[in-house]
Each structure stands twice: as C-alpha cells, then as structure tokens.
C-alpha cells in the first residue's frame, strides 16, 4: 500500500519541481529573445542612419548572416533549456522518492506498530478464548459427564475469563494513555506515592514471604499521583512475579534535581537481548513465557514508561540473567 503512496507522493514532487523549472526556463527563454530583439532593433536603427552607399549586396549578406546566426542562437538556447530541464527531471525524480520515502516514514512505521499491535492482542484474546472452548467441547463430549466434572470446567472457565477481563480492561487503559495529553498535576512527595504503591502489592509479597528493604529520602516532585501510583505497582508486582519466595526487594527514593526511584530485586533477572524490548507492547522475555510460567501479557511496562514519559521523566533497567533486575525512574 506504502510503495504506490510512495510513488503518488514522487509524481506529485516532480509535476511541481517541473512546473517551477519549466517556468523558469520560458521565462529565460522570453527575456533573452526580448533582449536579442532589442540589440537588433539598435543595430536596424544604426544602419539606417548610415550614409547611402553602393555596395548594398554587403548589407544584404550582413543581414542574412545576422538572421543565421539569431537562428543558431534560439536553436542553441532551446537545446541548452531541454537538456537542463531533462537534467532537472532525472535529479528531481531521483530526489523526490528518496523525500517521499523520508516524509512518509514515520508514517508507515507507525502502521506497522498499530497493526503488529492489533495482531498481537487478537493473539492475547483468542488463547484464553480457545481454552474455553475446547473445554466445553470436551465435557460436551464427555458421556460421564457429572456435576463434579462441571465445575471443574466451570472454575477453569472464569480463570480463563479473569484474564480476558484483565487483558480488556489493560487494553483499555494502554488505549487511554495514548490520549492523555494533559495530567492532573499536584505537589507530592515521592516517597508518599512509592509508599501508598507498596500497600497495594503488600498482600501479593507477603503470599510470597517477599520483603521489600527501603530507603527514602525527602524528594518533592510535581506529578500526578493516581498515574505514579500505577506506575511503581507495576514495578513491584513485576519485582514480586519474577524474584523467588522469601527474597528481599530493595527500594530507593532519592531526592536531588531529578529525584530518583530504584527498585531493586534479586530475581530471575533479563538477558541483554531481551533487555532492549521489555519497553514494548506484549513483549515478554523468554524466561518469562516458559520457565516459571508467570501470568502476564507484557504490557506493563509499556504502560509504566508512557506515564514517565508523560512526567518528562525517564525509566531504565539494568539486569543480569539469574542476579535480579534494577529499574531506575528518574523524574
Ligand atoms: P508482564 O505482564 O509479562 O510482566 P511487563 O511489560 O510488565 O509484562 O514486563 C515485560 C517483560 O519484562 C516480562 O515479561 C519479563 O520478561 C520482564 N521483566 C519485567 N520486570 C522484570 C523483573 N523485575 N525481573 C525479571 N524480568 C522482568
């Protein structure tokens, strides 16, 4: 679709450089000509100011040499104008696709995101989706089928659909975000936020005999708290999900001009290849997927860094396979 907007977007540079040259040649064409007629009006009247003389055959030679060579001149300068606009064409052709393809790419990439994004949440949505019904097929199928064995398939079935619940309502507020332009900005104090983020997780580390070590400093920012809050209980729940039981996670709130939270576990860390994606949308580390099998639809920080994006602040992470993960948000 892109390779004929492409060459839509290169036809319409050309037609206007052409226009441009084109126009330009005409009119150095139309002043030239004016000027060579009006050396040869001077001429004219010279000649005709001169004393009548015998030798008229030479005046009549004169002026047919004269009418050559104004020939050879148009003809010369016509030539020289078609070959500098067919030069101009090659140069603009070559010039325009290369600014098409400039201007319209980040368009297109654009596209591919949106439509790898698209396929990847059809591809969230239709796994819990074909787990239900090949659930209800089999018991359908089942001739023992009993009360006992109803439920079972009806306790899987709402697991199933908790997760479609949770991955819409994720969709739903990645969707948002992208529209957020302004945020409902107030004074706060960091640590405040990262604390009231650690009572939502509390229950989710202390299952997990997970104990979180802190370090706070007294750091004023301006942010939206409902969104900051989100943003740290996404890195607590990931640092709770990807550390063993009865590990330690260590937290720091650093003030300073760019007051400074670390979130620091010793968990099945992130190899460096896969460190360059965890950003994305749906990505998730191998690691993640198989091996520990950790429920998640590799959204979360995707989510977590357009909120610090949206706070003009920054998120990094830094990790080694098998010695935890540190995330630093700097706003
Ligand atoms: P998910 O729902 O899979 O946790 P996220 O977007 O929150 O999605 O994280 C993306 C991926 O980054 C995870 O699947 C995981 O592989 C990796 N990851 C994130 N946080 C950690 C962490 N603290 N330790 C190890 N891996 C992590």
């Known amino acids: 679709m892109f390779k004929s907007t492409y060459l839509k977007l290169t036809l319409f540079y050309v037609a206007v450089i052409m226009v441009i040259s084109v126009g330009f040649s005409l009119a150095i064409f139309s002043i030239s000509s004016n000027e060579i007629d009006r050396g040869l009006n001077r001429q004219d009247t010279i000649i005709q100011n001169l004393p009548p003389r015998n030798d008229s055959h030479l005046f009549d030679d004169f002026i047919n040499l004269r009418q050559q060579q104004l020939d050879d001149s148009t003809n010369r300068l016509t030539q020289n104008l078609i070959y500098f606009n067919l030069l101009i064409l090659i140069l603009s052709t070559i010039a325009s696709y290369f600014f098409a393809r400039w201007t319209l790419r980040p368009l297109e990439e654009a596209m591919e995101e949106q439509s790898q994004f698209t396929a990847d949440a059809s591809h969230e949505l239709r796994t819990p989706l074909a787990a239900i019904k090949l659930e209800i097929e089999v018991g359908l199928r089942d001739k023992k089928f009993d009360f006992a ?13 908790g997760k479609l619940e949770s991955l819409s ?3 739903l507020r990645l969707a948002k975000l992208d529209e957020v332009e302004k945020l409902d900005f107030s004074d706060l104090n960091l640590a405040d936020v990262v604390t009231e983020a650690y009572e939502k997780v509390e229950v989710l580390a202390k299952k997990r005999s997970i104990k979180f070590v802190t370090d706070f400093q007294n750091a004023e920012i301006r942010g939206d708290q409902t969104m900051l809050t989100e943003l740290f209980v996404i890195l607590f729940d990931n640092a709770i999900k990807y550390s063993p039981a009865k590990s330690k996670i260590k937290v720091s709130v650093t003030s300073g001009k760019n007051p400074e939270v670390l979130i620091k576990d010793s968990g099945i860390g992130i190899a460096p290849k896969e460190l360059l994606h965890i950003f994305d949308r749906f990505y998730r580390a191998d690691s993640a997927r198989s091996k520990e099998k950790v429920d998640g639809f590799g959204l979360g920080l ?6 610090v994006e949206l706070h003009g602040g920054e998120i990094s992470a830094k990790s080694n396979v098998g010695n935890g993960s540190e995330f630093k948000v700097e706003l």
């Not at 995707?302 to 909120?307: D, E």
Request: zero cysteines; charged letters at 25%.
């Open 149 to 161: 064995s109803a439920r079972k398939i009806l306790q899987s079935n709402l697991e199933e659909v």
């Open 169 to 171: 309502s994720t969709l």
């Open 302 to 307: 995707s989510i977590a860094k357009r909120i």
